[in-house]
């Protein structure tokens, strides 16, 4: 197998995990193997009507273009 073919690359659940926990903690986040900065973007947040706070947010590696989706716990507020 072979990392370029893959189109949908993904991160391995111990990259996956420390990828999150550093976004929550508000760190900026590098690509553990590229280690270039990771874009992050946040989805949904009300705009689907979900009628609570949650937030999924997506981080994306633009050199290696793996990507990290995963829900948000914060926003208990408005
Ligand atoms: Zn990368």
Redesign the pocket.
Known sequence: MSDESASKARYDLVEERAIASAHARGEKVD??????P?TSRALGGGSFGLGYARRREWLL??????SVLFDSARGTRN
Request: charged residues 25%; proline residues 15%.
């Open positions: 690509c553990p193997r590229c280690h270039v990771m590696c633009p050199q290696c273009r793996r």
